[in-house]
């Protein structure tokens, strides 16, 4: 294990493909920094600090992980906090060609030695989407096991 990184989205909700890449992630560094993007433009479930509590609750047998809100540039926040990577978790070959634009402006930006790390995501998790989740729950459907248990209680609590 070295180093710190980040791994950054807007988690509205988190499902079990985002705590897969967490735990994976949190074996690999010493500090991981879960980062709540906050976008004032974009639309959320749920509030910053809702998603914030969400995901200390799911993440704290952790112990290196710990939870955070920025908002802006995310080359900024990196340099700022001096993180040595930024985790990114790919479902497909789409999410693929767009961190991999993403990545490669990143790194002109980033303080030299940033890496982006790329994670696979599980293949049970692969199709699993907080939009996805968000529009089946809001028409009534299932989700259990899509979403950790806590997420899914609020989730219903939202769609009453």
């Known amino acids: 294990m070295t180093g710190k990184a980040l791994y950054t989205g807007s988690f509205d909700p988190m499902t079990n493909g985002h705590l897969d890449i967490i735990k994976r992630a949190s074996k690999m560094f010493k500090e991981l920094t879960v980062g709540v993007i906050t976008n004032p433009s ?3 479930l749920f509030t910053e600090q809702e998603r914030v509590e969400m995901i200390a609750d799911v993440t704290a047998d952790l112990d290196n992980v710990r939870v955070d809100t920025f908002s802006g540039l995310l080359a900024d926040y990196v340099n700022r906090c001096g993180f040595d990577a930024v985790v990114r978790g790919l479902r ?5 060609e767009y961190e991999i634009q ?3 402006m990143n790194a002109r930006l980033f303080n030299e030695g940033v890496e982006s790390v790329f ?3 599980s293949p049970e998790y692969s199709f699993i989407s907080s939009t996805m989740i968000k529009e089946v729950a809001f028409l009534k459907g299932h989700v259990e096991g899509l979403v950790p248990e806590i997420v899914l209680e609020r989730i219903t609590e939202k769609y009453k």
């Open 42 to 44: 974009k639309k959320c």
């Open 92 to 96: 497909a070959t789409s999410d693929f």
């Open 102 to 104: 993403m990545a490669q």
């Open 119 to 121: 994670l696979m995501t």
